[in-house]
């Protein structure tokens, strides 16, 4: 396979195994796309499904997870702690190997305009497939979520790029997509030790996520870092959560000793990290580079230094070979392994 490119949309349901489960069936169902990685939360009531393979049959792929989610996921009743816009909030096309970012964004456009026309879901083409360069942050395409989206319509600078810029019934019920091409991302989340004060564990998140996001402009920002702070039920404490935009500016061993330092500012404590998602070998090796090696290789390193082994008991378990994009590809692309 010459060409690879990568998709890593965001599913509204995080909750309800069924649904969860057409909506990756219907990606599965594409010959020539691969199915990766499937990551669901609870709390976040949001799932991450990462698929690759050629470029147009990962569009195909796409086009019909988005239909599935559409007729799957009802807005109008759904609720959870990560923001969000539409049953299909986001959906990424990622550049893997022998195709440019320019490619996957003249890719994205032509499945937003599918998306839009033949489902009927209001889209905003975002990142390099962005038709203004006020539309290219996924924060600002996004913002004021699901519920602000009537009025966001009715607003002419935020006539949808593709599909209705019409309230009515389907609209509320699929809500409005987000969709563009990218390079690799990190989705990565930063654990507090959690005390006996709960709401002020949440409060120094939100304020720690505050500082270190790239566009706070404060002593302790960092470049292509966009962060919230939340708490999840599930797990018990709160947590930085991050997206990486530019893991050469900011690496992971980086945004976890940024993270780390806030924290002892305000006297907590990190205890871990969890990667959601996949995410590309060199960006282990780096962290791993930095936290030292011991002479079992950067990645135990890195899976050393960032705590990505310290959620057993919370059941999210860091596998290498299941959540490093390239290992994954071997597998199930390179090797023609069955989906």
């Given at each position: 396979?010459?060409?690879?490119?990568?998709?890593?949309?965001?599913?509204?349901?995080g909750?309800?195994?069924r649904?969860?489960?057409?909506?990756?069936?219907?990606?599965?169902?594409?010959?020539?796309?691969?199915?990766?990685?499937?990551?669901?939360?609870?709390?976040?009531?949001?799932?991450?499904?990462?698929?690759?393979?050629e470029?147009?049959?990962?569009?195909?792929?796409?086009?019909?997870?988005?239909?599935?989610?559409?007729?799957?996921?009802?807005?109008?009743?759904?609720?959870?702690e990560?923001?969000?816009?539409?049953?299909?909030?986001?959906?990424?096309?990622?550049?893997?190997?022998g195709?440019?970012?320019?490619?996957?964004?003249?890719?994205?456009?032509?499945?937003?305009e599918?998306v839009?026309?033949?489902?009927?879901i209001?889209?905003?083409?975002?990142?390099?497939?962005?038709?203004?360069?006020?539309?290219?942050?996924?924060?600002s395409?996004?913002?004021?979520?699901?519920?602000?989206?009537?009025?966001k319509?009715?607003?002419?600078?935020?006539?949808?790029?593709?599909?209705?810029?019409v309230?009515?019934?389907?609209?509320?019920?699929t809500?409005?997509?987000?969709?563009?091409?990218?390079?690799?991302?990190?989705?990565?989340?930063?654990?507090?030790?959690?005390?006996?004060?709960?709401?002020?564990?949440?409060?120094?998140?939100?304020?720690?996520?505050?500082?270190?996001?790239?566009a706070?402009?404060?002593?302790?920002?960092l470049?292509?870092?966009?962060?919230?702070?939340?708490?999840?039920?599930?797990?018990?404490?709160?947590?930085?959560?991050?997206?990486?935009?530019?893991?050469?500016?900011t690496?992971?061993?980086?945004?976890?000793?940024?993270?780390?330092?806030?924290?002892?500012r305000?006297?907590?404590?990190?205890?871990g990290?969890?990667?959601?998602?996949?995410?590309?070998?060199?960006?282990?090796?780096?962290?791993?580079?930095?936290?030292?090696?011991?002479?079992?290789?950067?990645?135990?390193a890195?899976?050393?230094?960032?705590?990505?082994?310290?959620?057993r008991?919370?059941?999210?378990?860091?596998?290498?070979?299941?959540k490093?994009?390239?290992?994954?590809?071997?597998?199930?692309?390179?090797?023609?392994?069955?989906?």
């Amino acid at each position: 396979m010459e060409k690879i490119i990568e998709c890593v949309p965001n599913f509204s349901e995080g909750r309800d195994k069924r649904v969860i489960e057409a909506i990756v069936h219907a990606a599965a169902s594409m010959p020539g796309a691969y199915v990766l990685h499937t990551d669901s939360g609870e709390a976040a009531n949001r799932t991450v499904v990462t698929f690759a393979g050629e470029p147009e049959a990962v569009a195909e792929a796409a086009f019909r997870a988005v239909k599935t989610a559409a007729e799957r996921i009802d807005m109008r009743r759904q609720t959870g702690e990560h923001p969000r816009i539409g049953a299909t909030d986001v959906l990424p096309l990622v550049p893997v190997r022998g195709v440019s970012l320019a490619e996957c964004a003249g890719l994205a456009r032509r499945l937003a305009e599918r998306v839009g026309g033949e489902l009927g879901i209001p889209v905003y083409c975002y990142e390099a497939a962005a038709s203004a360069p006020y539309r290219k942050g996924l924060e600002s395409c996004r913002r004021g979520e699901y519920e602000g989206l009537r009025a966001k319509l009715e607003d002419p600078a935020w006539r949808p790029d593709f599909g209705p810029a019409v309230w009515h019934e389907s609209v509320a019920r699929t809500g409005a997509s987000v969709i563009g091409a990218r390079n690799f991302l990190g989705a990565v989340n930063f654990n507090l030790a959690p005390t006996d004060d709960r709401a002020g564990d949440l409060a120094v998140a939100k304020a720690i996520a505050k500082e270190i996001r790239a566009a706070s402009g404060s002593d302790w920002s960092l470049p292509g870092v966009k962060a919230i702070g939340w708490w999840i039920g599930e797990y018990g404490f709160a947590q930085v959560s991050t997206n990486l935009t530019d893991m050469r500016a900011t690496g992971l061993a980086q945004a976890y000793g940024a993270v780390s330092a806030a924290a002892r500012r305000y006297g907590r404590s990190v205890t871990g990290t969890e990667v959601i998602g996949l995410l590309p070998q060199w960006a282990l090796d780096d962290a791993g580079r930095c936290f030292g090696d011991s002479g079992d290789g950067a990645t135990a390193a890195a899976i050393r230094g960032l705590g990505l082994d310290t959620m057993r008991s919370q059941g999210r378990v860091f596998d290498p070979d299941e959540k490093i994009v390239e290992r994954v590809l071997a597998a199930k692309v390179t090797r023609k392994v069955p989906r």
